[in-house]
């Protein structure tokens, strides 16, 4: 394969780029950073490699005549305009179950840090403030009520820990999932109206885009946490500022925002709220089977067999 011509579409993990480099003519974001280069080399490209947040567009797509292939390292792939690669009969891929427990594990700490408030109490202790005396009590996560926004297998797994806590599980999604024992509420708004928690882990894009707005958030209420594991764009972030400025709900522990990674000061201001910096795969063991499985897509397709892991609109291609 040493004389096929991979071009990165973003910057990716070195797990990732140490592959490609090792088995391609591999070409790191020349059309970002060197557009004469990336001209000369356009024709020759026959797979793009992007990450969860990569923004491959059909005007990149165009430009790349010999593509064949576009491999994502990661789960979410709403950043490629699939349909103009399936008009081209391009192949797109990406990482999914590999990072199932990793997010689940995420959401279930950040359940606790906002209830328990964790991260606000280490400052506590750091600042010395422990010895004027004890912090406000926080609240009570086990056997309170959880509803799921999404229920593929991320959100099933949180379900399943969720029940180790003796929560009452709810979920929402498009239709009822078969087979999933939770009770299902067709209307967000009737989940949010039961839940002590709000978790999110849906997929992003222009159908979920604010999904969680002013009237979702107001009827979650003011004792309700919101947990967002999926995408920034599945919340409307100013409603949400807004909400927790308000006290119209209770607090939020976030994993994503909707201009990476650019977090608002009003949001990092809020006391009530607990801000990570989008790591819900990143732990070494999961980052490298990301890695290996978006290689090994490579590898397949290039070997002239079926990939492993397309994404669902191309499973059928």
């Known amino acids: ?29 020349l059309h970002e950073t060197d557009p004469v280069a990336f001209a000369q080399v356009a024709p020759q490209v026959r797979a793009v490699a992007g990450s969860g947040d990569s923004k491959i567009s059909a005007d990149l797509i165009a430009q790349l005549p010999a593509l064949e292939l576009i491999s994502v390292m990661g789960v979410g792939y709403d950043g490629v305009d699939v349909a ?34 964790l991260p606000a109490a ?53 239709s009822p999932k078969a087979g999933v024992p939770y009770a299902y509420h067709a209307d967000l708004l009737s989940l949010a109206r039961v839940s002590d928690f709000l978790v999110l882990i849906t997929p992003g894009g222009a159908g979920t885009r604010h999904l969680v707005n002013a009237q979702v958030l107001q009827a979650l209420g003011p004792k309700g946490i919101l947990v967002n594991v ?35 000061q009003r949001l990092i201001d809020l006391p009530q709220v607990v801000l990570v910096p989008h790591i819900g795969s990143a732990t070494g063991q999961t980052r490298q089977a990301m890695a290996d499985l978006a290689f090994g897509n490579l590898r397949e397709h290039f070997a002239g067999r079926p990939v492993l892991t397309p994404v669902p609109e191309c499973a059928a291609t």
């Open 1 to 29: 394969m040493s004389d096929l011509h991979v071009l990165a579409a973003a910057k990716l993990s070195p797990l990732y780029t140490s592959q490609l480099s090792a088995a391609f003519q591999f070409h790191d974001r």
């Open 230 to 264: 999926a995408r920034g764009s599945v919340v409307d972030e100013a409603a949400l500022i807004e909400a927790l400025e308000g006290g119209v709900i209770g607090g939020a522990a976030l994993d994503v925002f909707e201009d990476e990674p650019r977090v608002p």
């Open 84 to 117: 103009a690669a399936k008009a081209r009969g391009i192949m797109v891929t990406h990482t999914p179950n590999v990072l199932n427990d990793d997010v689940a594990d995420l959401a279930i700490g950040l359940m606790l840090c906002a209830a328990r408030q």
């Open 122 to 174: 280490d400052r506590f202790v750091r600042a010395g403030h422990w010895l004027g005396g004890n912090m406000p009590l926080a609240r009570k996560m086990s056997g309170t009520r959880l509803g799921l926004v999404g229920m593929g297998r991320i959100g099933q797994a949180i379900a399943q820990r969720a029940q180790a806590f003796g929560m009452q599980i709810a979920y929402h999604t498009r």
